[in-house]
Every structure is written in C-alpha cells, then in structure tokens.
C-alpha cells in the first residue's frame, strides 16, 4: 500500500496546482478591481521604484500561475512568483514579519506560504505531469 502513495509526479502536480491557482485567484480580483494597482503604484512610489513595475503583478499573479498550472517553463513561474512575494512582503507586510494573529498564528503565514511553495517549485520543476515537463 506505501509504493501507492509514493509518487513524486503526482506530489508535485499537487504542490503546482494548489500555489497555482490559489495566486492566480489574487490576480484575477486584481484584473477585476484593478484600482487595487493604485496603493501598490503608491508603495513603489514611496520607495522611490518606477510606478510601472505596478504591472509586474499581472506577471506574478496571472502568468506565473499559468505557467506553473499547466507545466510550461515552470521553474520560471515558481521564480516570478517567488520575485512576485518579496514585492508583496516589502511593500504590503513588513510590519507584519515580527507579528502574530489573534489565535497565534505568524501574520505573514499566507505570503510566507506562497513564497516558500514557489521556491520548492523552482528547486523541483513541473514533474512528469506537465504540458512541457523541465
């Protein structure tokens, strides 16, 4: 019954398409409220980046999930991704790193969620269950 469970391709169709499609959800609210772009323009802005790196969330949150979904250039995606949450963290969160919920949990266990499934995603690729497998 363990060999059953044993199955590297099927753990990392799993680990890509739970970091994909949970992102892609974020850049899907952001194509539909797209005035969300505005405070992220502001954060740049405020740390004397150029405002259209703003766009780079269509990136990291549209494009990369897709890739990492599907399979294709995936350890690219995971890497976007990866680029993607320390602009998240830096801009939205940084207060939050020494912080904790309510109910104990790290403030940052989202972000620090996707950062690090995007980073196992680089380290291991799409796996054998991918339109192009790397």
């Known amino acids: 019954m363990l060999d059953i469970v044993k199955n590297e391709a099927v753990g990392k169709l799993v680990l890509r398409l739970t970091l994909g499609v949970l992102i892609l959800f974020h850049g899907v609210a952001k194509l539909l409220h797209p005035g969300t772009l505005e405070f ?20 990291g949150e549209i494009i990369a999930p897709l890739m990492i979904i ?4 995936t350890r690219l995606g995971g890497l976007l991704i990866v680029i993607n949450m320390i602009f998240a963290i830096v801009l939205a969160h940084a207060g939050d790193v020494f912080s904790l919920t309510g109910h104990g949990g790290w403030r ?27």
């Open 40 to 59: 992220i323009g502001s954060q740049l802005a405020g740390l004397g980046l150029p405002e259209v790196l703003v766009y780079g969330v269509y990136v």
């Open 108 to 134: 940052l266990e989202l972000q620090a969620f996707y950062l690090f499934c995007a980073l196992a995603i680089l380290f291991l690729g799409s796996g054998r269950m991918a339109v192009k497998p790397d």
């Open 70 to 73: 599907l399979g294709i250039l």
